[in-house]
Each structure stands twice: as structure tokens, then as C-alpha cells.
T-cell receptor, first 115, second 116 residues
Framework: AQSVSQHNHHVILSEAASLELGCNYSYGGTVNLFWYVQYPGQHLQLLLKYFSGDPLVKGIKGFEAEFIKSKFSFNLRKPSVQWSDTAEYFCAVNPGYSSASKIIFGSGTRLSIRP | DGGITQSPKYLFRKEGQNVTLSCEQNLNHDAMYWYRQDPGQGLRLIYYSQIVNDFQKGDIAEGYSVSREKKESFPLTVTSAQKNPTAFYLC???????????????FGAGSRLTVL
């Protein structure tokens, strides 16, 4: 069965530290990949997405992610975090064929930033 | 203002009762989804629908039912057969993309169900 793994459940960093959150998936075909973010008290929203092309994608608020097909990974990075990045981050996978719109999420990573 | 409206925001129910959560979208999106969010487990897919009058089971469909009679609406019924129904329920929708099938989700604010 398709699955998405986020191995970091809770990450605590100080402001200005660099961030990398891991995401691995278990689907062998073409995939579309996403990172969603849920700030405290707000709706889930899209942070960035990969459909095709350049495997390094840039999203909002200085976030980026790299798709490494050989490793089935789509890790999220930010060179210098801010207190406002405190949120829960979810990786998601969508099989890339037109007949399916099933989207599977990982268990999420809670990010806490110390001011 | 386009978006997804979920109601009620909070709901309490006694054991053995069915309850229906509403989800309405005015985004003209084709696909709609129901997820359940539990601490430490992320979002788990309950049901999804790509077009009107059609829906598919997700990973945790047991004890739930849905209907998709209108494009705008995708209600979720939590039945008494659902063994652990207390959770936060999220509805989402997406417009079907091109042949890649990629779908970007727009989420509602969620409904928190507590079974007493």
C-alpha cells in the first residue's frame, strides 16, 4: 500500500537555525509531491509542490524541497527559521496518473521555534 | 469569497448515535475529500470523490458513509459502527489538473466531534 513517512515527530530549533524535515514515500510510479503547513489556529495550506521538471522546488516563506527519485524522498528545507515558522508540517503524495486523485499524507512534524 | 464551509465546528454525540458533518464548497472543484486528523497520526483519508455520484473508500472508511449528489456538497456520516469516532475531521476539495492528475487541496476549517 502507498504510504508516506515523516520520521521527525517533533523538532525544536532556535531562531536562525537551519531546518530539514524528512519525507519518504513508498509509491514506485510517477508521483506528485506536496508539503502542507498548519499554523496554530489556521487552516492547512499549501507550502510547495512538485509536479515535474526541476527537482528543487521553492515555496512560500523561504521554504524549498528537493525531490530525489532514487531515494523516494522529498525533504523540506529552510536555511534560517523564524519564530513564525512554528507550525505542523505535513508531506503528501498523489499518484501521478489522471484516473486517480487519492492523496496520502504523512503523520506530520511539529516544529517549535525558540525565540 | 470562495472556499470550503464545514459545519458544525464542534459537535457532541452520545455513543450509538449517527452524526452527519456538512461540507460545502463554492470553488467549482471536481474532487472532494474527507480526512480524519488525530494527534501523532497526521491526516488519514476516509473517503474521496472525483465526480458527482461517485466516491471511493480511503484507508479508514469503516464506520463512515458519504454521498455526492451535488458537486458542491460532500457530507460525511459517522455511524455508530465507528469504534473511535472522537476526532478532528477535515474536508478538502481540488480541481482536477491536466493529464498528470495532480491535485492541490483546499481545506476547510474542520469539525471537531466528541463522543460522550
Amino acid at each position: 500500500a502507498q504510504s508516506v513517512s515523516q520520521h521527525n515527530h517533533h523538532v525544536i530549533l532556535s531562531e536562525a537555525a537551519s531546518l530539514e524535515l524528512g519525507c519518504n514515500y513508498s509509491y514506485g510510479g510517477t508521483v506528485n509531491l506536496f508539503w502542507y503547513v498548519q499554523y496554530p489556529g489556521q487552516h492547512l495550506q499549501l507550502l510547495l509542490k512538485y509536479f515535474s521538471g526541476d527537482p528543487l522546488v521553492k515555496g512560500i516563506k523561504g521554504f524549498e524541497a528537493e525531490f530525489i527519485k532514487s531515494k523516494f524522498s522529498f525533504n523540506l528545507r529552510k536555511p534560517s527559521v523564524q519564530w513564525s515558522d512554528t507550525a505542523e508540517y505535513f508531506c503528501a503524495v498523489n499518484p501521478g496518473y489522471s484516473s486517480a486523485s487519492k492523496i496520502i499524507f504523512g503523520s506530520g512534524t511539529r516544529l517549535s521555534i525558540r525565540p | 469569497d470562495g472556499g470550503i464551509t464545514q459545519s458544525p465546528k464542534y459537535l457532541f454525540r452520545k455513543e450509538g448515535q449517527n452524526v452527519t458533518l456538512s461540507c460545502e464548497q463554492n470553488l467549482n472543484h471536481d474532487a472532494m475529500y474527507w480526512y480524519r486528523q488525530d494527534p501523532g497520526q497526521g491526516l488519514r483519508l476516509i473517503y474521496y470523490s472525483q465526480i458527482v455520484n461517485d466516491f471511493q473508500k480511503g484507508d479508514i472508511a469503516e464506520g463512515y458513509s458519504v454521498s455526492r449528489e451535488k458537486k458542491e456538497s460532500f457530507p460525511l456520516t459517522v455511524t455508530s459502527a465507528q469504534k473511535n469516532p472522537t476526532a478532528f475531521y477535515l474536508c478538502a476539495s481540488s480541481i482536477r489538473q491536466d493529464s498528470s492528475g495532480a491535485n492541490v487541496l483546499t481545506f476547510g476549517a474542520g469539525s471537531r466531534l466528541t463522543v460522550l
